[in-house]
């Protein structure tokens, strides 16, 4: 559906540009891109370690390793660069999820990113355990992507 959607957009953008008008440009397009993709991997090692919990994938302890240690390098990273002023979905536009609250509660997201790297901490050290550990560690790292998004994101329609 988001694919189409893009498909479609770029097809849009084509025939405006054809059509001699220019389509806008954010500068803030890279940095959103980039903070987009890093949840995405967020959220692709996270599933593998969730369809191992839920028994959709058989348990394979190094697989379930390596996604953990994958979730702890992505908590490390350093972030500030693509969380930009202006680049909200009030400013940005629906390009972003990213709620103007994140700009003016950095206290609260570095608490959020802080139990986010905690929580992978946990799962490191649960994943290539066995199912179990693994299985009990799924919450915590759930709950803290949760304890951003339900303050920090916008509903899309
Ligand atoms: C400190 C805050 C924070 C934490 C922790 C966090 N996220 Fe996010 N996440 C966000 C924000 C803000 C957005 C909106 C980004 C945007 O659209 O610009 C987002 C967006 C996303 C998206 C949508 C990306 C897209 O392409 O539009 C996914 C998927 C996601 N997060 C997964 C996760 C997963 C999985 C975790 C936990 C392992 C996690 N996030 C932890 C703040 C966070």
């Known amino acids: 559906m988001k694919i189409i959607t893009k498909a479609a ?75 930009p002023q202006g680049s909200d979905a009030s400013a940005y536009g629906d390009g972003t999820t990213a709620s103007p609250e994140l700009w003016k509660n950095f206290p609260k997201v570095i608490e959020a990113t802080k139990a986010f790297s905690a929580a992978a901490d946990v799962m490191v050290t649960a994943a290539g355990k066995d199912l179990p550990s693994l299985q009990a560690a799924m919450g915590v790292v759930g709950k803290s992507c949760g304890g951003c998004h339900k303050p920090f994101r916008v509903k899309k329609n």
């Open 9 to 83: 957009m770029v097809a849009v953008g084509a025939a405006l540009m054809f059509s001699g008008i220019a389509v806008a440009e954010s500068p803030h397009d890279g940095a959103v891109k980039a903070r987009q993709g890093d949840m995405q991997m967020r959220a692709f090692n996270l599933g593998i370690l969730g369809a191992m919990a839920k028994g959709k994938v058989e348990y394979d302890a190094k697989a379930a390793s390596a996604a953990a240690h994958n979730l702890k390098v992505l908590s490390t990273l350093n972030a500030s660069a693509m969380w």
